[in-house]
Nanobody
Framework: QVQLVESGGGLAQPGGSLTLSCAASGFTFSNYAMSWARQTPGKGLEWVSSVHSDGSNTYYADSVKGRFTISRDNAKNTVFLQMNSLQPEDTGLYYC???????????????WGQGTQVTVSS
């Protein structure tokens, strides 16, 4: 009964911002690392960011470092991705992922959400 439901995608102009949310249920959220990945037309599936189970350690792909921020609210079973300085190459379908362990650097996932579309265009 694990569920991951993404929201917050939409259309943004280059240089703009969006915040994605992922509402999780069906497991002990605070025990697991969480992650965001994206499916883009040019590069395919790309890992974007992950966060340790307690939120103390975060990790980013080089392509988004300095622009995106991952965070989580364990009391609300929600993980966020704040996306700033958006560029056209950020366009894609963004997925929320549940890790198999508490460690954000172990990029192994057993559940994915349905995805939310992000489009960056002028």
């Amino acid at each position: 009964q694990v569920q991951l439901v993404e929201s917050g995608g939409g259309l943004a102009q280059p240089g703009g911002s969006l915040t994605l949310s992922c509402a999780a249920s069906g497991f002990t959220f605070s025990n697991y690392a969480m992650s965001w990945a994206r499916q883009t037309p040019g590069k395919g599936l790309e890992w974007v960011s992950s966060v340790h189970s307690d939120g103390s350690n975060t990790y980013y792909a080089d392509s988004v470092k300095g622009r995106f921020t991952i965070s989580r609210d364990n009391a609300k079973n929600t993980v966020f991705l704040q996306m700033n300085s958006l560029q056209p190459e950020d366009t894609g379908l963004y997925y929320c992922q549940k890790g198999t362990t508490a460690l954000g650097y172990e990029r192994e996932y057993d559940y994915w959400g349905q995805g939310t579309q992000v489009t960056v265009s002028s």
